[in-house]
């Protein structure tokens, strides 16, 4: 089993910047996978970026060249790097990790990002 723990968000104004931090309880340097989803209000969760089992990224469209995912395998941490932030943006966002392919997805407990215009 693995725990995820997110420190980093606030609130911050539109244009403003954040880095989320999530700590994982085990290595990380061989997950299957390992990235960052959110979930705004009466909306569903939907992933922001995450690192596949080559190690490759992947971004949502409406984050790409604002949001920068990155990797510290010795501190088993994730960090999710977010500039330009948009009201848009604001959502609770969830670090999530799998593994081995054959595991489930494991959760962080979410932490709040609100942006105001």
């Known amino acids: 089993q693995v725990q995820l723990v997110e420190s980093g968000g606030g609130s911050v104004r539109a244009g403003g910047s954040l880095r989320l931090s999530c700590v994982a309880s085990?290595?990380?340097?061989?997950?299957?996978?390992l990235g960052w989803y959110r979930q705004a209000p009466g909306k569903q969760r939907e992933l922001v970026a995450r690192?596949?089992?080559?190690?490759?990224?992947d971004y949502a469209e409406s984050v790409k060249g604002r949001f920068t995912i990155s990797r510290d395998n010795a501190k088993n941490t994730v960090y999710l790097q977010m500039s330009g932030l948009k009201p848009e943006d604001t959502a609770v966002y969830y670090c999530?990790?799998?593994?081995?392919?054959?595991?489930?997805?494991?959760w962080g407990q979410g932490i709040q990002v609100t942006v105001s215009s």
């Open positions: 999530a990790a799998k593994p081995r392919w054959y595991e489930q997805l494991y």
């Open positions: 085990g290595s990380i340097d061989r997950f299957h996978a």
């Open positions: 690192y596949d089992s080559s190690g490759s990224t």
